[in-house]
């Protein structure tokens, strides 16, 4: 217990506090962000290109036919250190490439701020928390992000095979950076992936999600 305690300090420790002119900033690392509405089930995922790591170039017109899940990623957030660091997501993406679906992590951290990395700076970190994701997209800018009302990470979308989204919201029902959390949560994002591969209604397809807030650049 001693060394899961320390853990759990060092992933807090790890937390960046936010900016002075951030909105809201986050006043306890266990406190889930409060966040606007993002695109509802039902809606068409909003369409975007982004260049990944490696200078490929990704649109999600790209992927019609095939689902698609969309991962808010901040490395140095400790509710995303949680499911790095407890295998957790890594586990996630791997049964989802196994399934035929495609894992797009997107950062929107401007640079400056918590979570941004240059792209080979990205991929080492990728490569040290075992990232098992299909890419990593840099939206530095923050369009997607925005476009999707993206505001804590992780922050979860499941986009099934017409472009619809089909879930947004929590990774599970545990919003707490503790990893020892992680053992008896509900996770809401494999269900959700299995009912867009059959064709079949998302319950729930709306959840209250959960992590530190995006690190977006200020808005003139």
């Known amino acids: 217990m001693r060394a899961l305690s320390l853990f759990s300090f060092l992933l807090l420790a790890a937390c960046a506090s936010e900016s002075a002119d951030a909105p809201a900033p986050e006043a306890a690392p266990d ?18 290109t982004l260049v990944d790591t490696d200078g490929t170039e990704h649109s999600l017109a790209d992927f019609r036919g095939q689902t698609v899940v969309l991962e808010w990623l901040n490395y140095d957030c400790p509710y995303v250190g949680k499911h790095y660091g407890g295998g957790n997501m890594q586990a996630l993406q791997a049964q989802a490439e196994a399934d035929g679906v495609v894992w797009l992590s997107i950062v ?21 928390e075992g990232g098992q994701q299909a890419a ?3 939206d530095p800018d923050g369009t997607v992000g925005r476009a999707y009302e993206a505001k ?23 919003p707490t950076s503790d990893l020892a959390d992680l053992e008896g949560a509900t996770d809401y994002v494999t269900p959700a992936i299995v009912a867009a591969l059959a064709g ?10 959960y992590g530190c807030s995006v690190k977006y650049a200020d808005e003139a």
Do not use: K
Request: aromatic share 6%.
């Open 31 to 48: 406190a889930p962000v409060e966040t606007a509405e993002a695109p509802t089930p039902g809606a068409t995922a909003p369409a975007f």
């Open 108 to 128: 929107s951290s401007a640079p400056g701020e918590q979570g941004h990395f240059e792209p080979d700076a990205m991929n080492a970190r990728t490569e040290q």
């Open 136 to 138: 990593v997209l840099l």
């Open 152 to 174: 804590t990470t992780p922050h979860m979308f499941v986009i099934d095979a017409d472009g619809t989204v089909v879930y947004n919201g929590a990774i599970d029902d545990r």
């Open 200 to 209: 079949q209604s998302v319950d729930p397809a709306t959840t209250q999600p």
